[in-house]
């Protein structure tokens, strides 16, 4: 079975996009996809989070969510407001995001991915996954026959695969979408029977892919794939293919409710271990990786780790996330398990450091910590050496949307 292969994707009819994309399912509460949905009988939220159709208070995890979720998709199939491709094809994906050094632009590819090659795991993974959220992904999955919910995966350097797409992406776009953040979504159907030749020889060659983000999304794909036998399309999974050097992490930065018993002179005195620790005017952003910023009521720190404590060869211990938990979370926080204590919390990058300083100045957290984003290369050394990364170590924007493409099942 090939890595990756064209597939005949579930798309909104011409002129319908806008009224379609969503965010992605799980960046939005109920709440939240209840309001962005409201006057849009369309938005793909009302078959990524069908419980905002349902009273307010519904289990999301309830059967008649997962119903009701097959009933709009059948709602919205015979409105004609989605239709499927007659024959397999590539998609070609661009996000462009503005930030205050410019726009950001990636160009990915729309494919399926072999489930075969995941579990031999030259697809890569470098998360766990938790079964619960495994299975409400194989419920909808199976309720839907189709995979909604793109997989972002990384490749290695591949200048032919990067070539090809920008020879795509320089024609006229099947779909074109600015989103309420200001994120432009764009799509190119590749339909070209030599076309799709060459990208398939070009990313079928590559040793591996990298799962970026949605490891439970493949893992309940495999799953389904494992009652079916991996029979017909089910054997392949929907993804979404980004060059590994224009992807763009966040960073993750983590708040703590308390200094473990501590006046905030006995914590910067126990840090001076591990640490320099040196007074700031300005906000910290970390300019490298080994430095931290420390937010206390009022106030921010410059953190430097002593270089002797970085491992050298060790590619998940070496990371910044896991520096901080191992050298100061742990030993002077008491946080050991950032999974399940209570007393840390996780901000994505995409807040910025004023949502550090609020969650602080506002007397709910203690401190904040400012960390340097992980960088794909890291990531991609973790998933080479099978090991697992440390929670909450990536933050990826911008994010794909949900109902551009999806993929049916046969």
């Keep these: 079975m090939p890595l990756i292969k064209p597939f005949a994707g579930l798309r909104p009819a011409p002129g319908q996009a806008e009224a379609v994309a969503a965010p992605p399912y799980d960046v ?6 209840r309001v962005r949905a409201s006057g849009k009988p369309w938005s793909f939220l009302h078959i990524s989070k069908p419980e905002i159709d349902l009273p307010a208070g519904t289990d999301p995890y309830a059967p008649q969510v997962y119903a009701k979720a097959k009933e709009n998709l059948e709602r919205m199939l015979a409105a004609g407001i989605l239709r499927r491709d007659t024959t397999p094809c590539y998609y070609v994906y661009r ?11 990636q160009t990915g590819l729309v494919a399926t991915a072999s489930i075969a090659d995941y579990e ?3 697809i890569r993974k470098h998360e766990f996954t938790r079964p619960d959220k495994e299975d409400d992904r194989v419920r909808q999955i199976e309720a839907l026959n189709a995979q909604t919910g793109p997989v972002l995966l990384a490749y290695p ?3 032919a695969a990067d070539a090809l797409l920008a020879q795509v992406a320089g024609g006229a776009a099947d779909a074109d979408v600015t989103a309420a953040d200001g994120i432009r979504h764009t799509l190119w ?12 020889a070009a990313v079928n060659g590559l040793a591996a892919l990298y799962i970026a983000d949605g490891h439970h999304r493949s893992a309940a794909a495999a799953r389904v794939a494992a ?15 980004f060059p590994h050097h224009q992807m763009r992490i966040l960073d993750y930065n983590r708040v703590v409710k308390d ?4 006046s905030e002179e006995v914590f910067l005195a126990r840090l001076g271990k591990n640490f320099s620790v040196s007074p700031s005017t300005a906000r910290v952003k970390p300019a490298n990786s080994g430095e931290f910023g420390l937010y206390l009521p009022g106030r921010w720190l410059r953190l430097s780790i002593d270089p002797r404590l970085i491992p050298a060869t060790d590619p998940v211990a070496r990371l910044d996330v896991s520096l901080l938990s191992e050298f100061l979370l742990a030993p002077v926080l008491g946080i050991e398990d950032l999974r399940r204590d209570k007393r840390i919390d996780f901000v994505g990058g995409i807040r910025g450091l004023a949502e550090l300083e609020k969650r602080v100045d506002s007397g709910e957290m203690a401190a904040a910590f400012a960390l340097y984003p992980t960088r794909m290369e890291e990531l991609m050394a973790v998933a080479d050496a099978g090991e697992v990364m440390p929670p909450k170590s990536t933050w990826f924007e911008p994010k794909l949307a949900d109902g551009l493409v999806s993929h049916v099942l046969d």
């Design 28 to 33: 939005l509460s109920s709440d939240e996809a």
């Design 95 to 105: 996000l462009s995001m503005p930030t205050d050094s410019g726009m950001h632009v």
């Design 120 to 122: 031999t795991n030259r």
């Design 157 to 159: 350097p591949c200048p």
């Design 189 to 200: 159907v590749v339909r070209d029977a030599a076309l799709i030749e060459n990208i398939s």
């Design 227 to 241: 009652t079916r036998q991996s029979a017909g399309e089910s054997g392949y999974f929907l993804t979404v293919i």
């Design 259 to 262: 200094l473990n018993g501590m």
